[in-house]
């Protein structure tokens, strides 16, 4: 087999010399004036009918049938057909032809007509080798089935595959349409820097570099928090980022170790506001992207167009695990309570992080339809304001459908003094052994001593929005170069 393989791309090697050498070097031409693609020929057939027309595209099948052959070209939007004649297109031409392989690129100018079977066809008058493929595509009835390889080599993926090429138009389509509702309510969109001298905004583990011209060890970032919250400071009350985070963390079916995430923040607003936002933001990517506020995922549908639920995470253990939270006063009754649930948990956890524990165990798997949860223990939310009412709790929400969390948003901290007490509790975690845990960013607390308007904040995970809108099992399946072990 190996062998057989290896003749066939000898061969395809053999045919590009003998058309160099005959001074027909595809490699050599530059450009093409493409007319149309498949999809709009077939679409507006009545229109073109007896037009002459040019397509470019992979060439993804071939007849020949003596003077007279059929030819398939695949291009961005699907594929068309074409009538390819020895009399139509010359007889030197023709014979060239005969020797294209599938996969080559080809450009194929002719008149639009219908078959005799009725399919929607170009009657060739012209062909151009714009391109030679020297490698062999897969099997095309099975395509390339081998996941791992499928990732690897995501153009062939692409080529082989239509509904992975519909996978990441519409995840280009999901970009553009949260542009477009941010940017009719007056958001502006900002860049901020990917290399920190601190990784914060988050709760994760950071990958470290050294930049060799300033002598100094940095971090790619983890967030875009603090960043885009400098900016409310400088007085750009409406701002966002959609932008590449890296997290050094496991892979999984939801998690890539780099992936894009879409901050916003707003002034004079609070975490209520994002909740308003959220809601229409994906009612409106929604619609725009799959045509319906009602999406389905796997085995469950999820209804976007209802307000979407609002619970607090003490409420929501209660609801699911018929626990009561608020009746647990001390850190050492959370934990004995943990014990008695076969929770697991770390010595430095508080009470606060029990809580999250519990909910994580028993609620997040029914969160199916649109969900916010609400006011979360201040322990796991160093950046966001306390409750007035409550001290032990924090205005934040984390936003939940098919189980995920999809969104995380606060009513940002804007104490400066109350920020450096959290980012010091912070520091000791970190000197307890908590890769997580956030640092003290000097200049970030210089900032809010400057002076921030009450704002609200939220955090989205594009890459899962993109797997809800088209049903993608995995996080890789959304990624166009999901990360891979090396194979050497």
């Known amino acids: 087999m190996a062998e057989d393989i290896n003749q066939l791309l000898k061969v395809r090697r053999e045919k590009l010399a003998n058309l160099q050498e005959a001074g027909k070097d595809p490699f050599v031409i530059t450009r093409c004036e493409v007319t149309h693609h498949s999809l709009e020929i077939k679409g507006n057939y009545e229109e073109l009918e007896g037009k002459t027309v040019t397509v470019a595209g992979r060439m993804m099948f071939k007849r020949v049938m003596g003077k007279a052959s059929f030819c398939n070209v695949q291009d961005l939007q699907g594929n068309i057909q074409a009538y390819v004649a020895r009399d139509s297109i010359g007889e030197e031409p023709y014979k060239d032809f005969k020797k294209y392989d599938v996969g080559d690129i080809l450009a194929i100018t002719g008149e639009v007509f219908k078959t005799k079977t009725e399919e929607i066809s170009i009657h060739a008058s012209e062909v151009t080798l714009l391109s030679k493929s020297l490698q062999i595509l897969p099997e095309k009835f099975h395509g390339l089935t081998d996941t791992d390889m499928r990732y690897r080599q995501r153009y062939v993926d692409l080529i082989m595959n239509q509904e992975v090429k519909d996978t990441f138009v519409k995840?280009?389509?999901?970009?553009?349409?949260?542009?477009?509702?941010?940017?009719?309510?007056?958001?502006?969109?900002?860049?901020?820097?990917?290399?920190?001298?601190?990784?914060?905004g988050a709760a994760a583990r950071p990958f470290d570099t050294h930049y060799n011209a300033l002598g100094e060890d940095l971090h790619l970032r983890i967030s875009l928090e603090l960043y885009l919250k400098r900016l409310i400071v400088g007085g750009l009350e409406k701002v966002y980022e959609i932008g590449r985070v890296f997290r050094n963390e496991g892979l999984d079916t939801r998690h890539n170790p780099e992936f894009t995430l879409m901050e916003l923040y707003q002034a004079y607003t609070d975490y209520h506001g994002m909740m308003d936002l959220t809601e229409n933001m994906y009612r409106y990517v929604a619609k725009e992207v799959t045509g319906s506020e009602v999406i389905r995922y796997g085995e469950h549908e999820m209804d976007l167009s209802r307000p979407f639920e609002r619970i607090t995470m003490v409420d929501a253990v209660k609801k699911y695990a018929n626990i009561d939270f608020n009746e647990i006063k001390t850190t050492e009754e959370a934990k004995a309570l943990a014990d008695k649930h076969h929770i697991e948990y770390e010595e430095r956890h508080e009470k606060g992080d029990i809580l999250s524990l519990l909910f994580e165990e028993y609620v997040e798997e029914h969160l199916i339809q649109p969900t916010f949860v609400m006011d979360h223990p201040i322990e796991i939310s160093p950046l966001t304001k306390k409750k007035p009412d409550n001290p032990e709790y924090v205005e934040r929400f984390e936003f939940f459908m098919n189980g995920w969390e999809m969104a995380n948003a606060y009513s940002e901290l804007n104490d400066p003094i109350d920020q450096r007490a959290r980012f010091e509790a912070q520091e000791a975690l970190k000197a307890k052994g908590d890769e997580e845990a956030n640092s003290i960013d000097e200049d970030f607390l210089n900032a809010l001593c400057i002076g921030?308007?009450?704002?609200?904040?939220?955090?989205?995970?594009?890459?899962?929005m993109v797997m809800m809108m088209t049903d993608s099992p995995a996080i890789r399946d959304v990624l166009l170069f999901p990360t891979l072990k090396s194979l050497g």
Not at 183 to 194: A, H, I, K, L, S
Not at 454 to 464: E, H, L, S, W
Request: proline residues 7%; glycine residues 14%; charged residues 20%.
């Open 171 to 200: 995840r280009s389509k999901v970009i553009r349409s949260i542009r477009n509702f941010l940017d009719n309510q007056g958001f502006m969109e900002v860049e901020t820097p990917m290399l920190v001298q601190n990784a914060g």
């Open 452 to 464: 921030m308007p009450p704002t609200g904040g939220i955090g989205f995970g594009i890459d899962r």
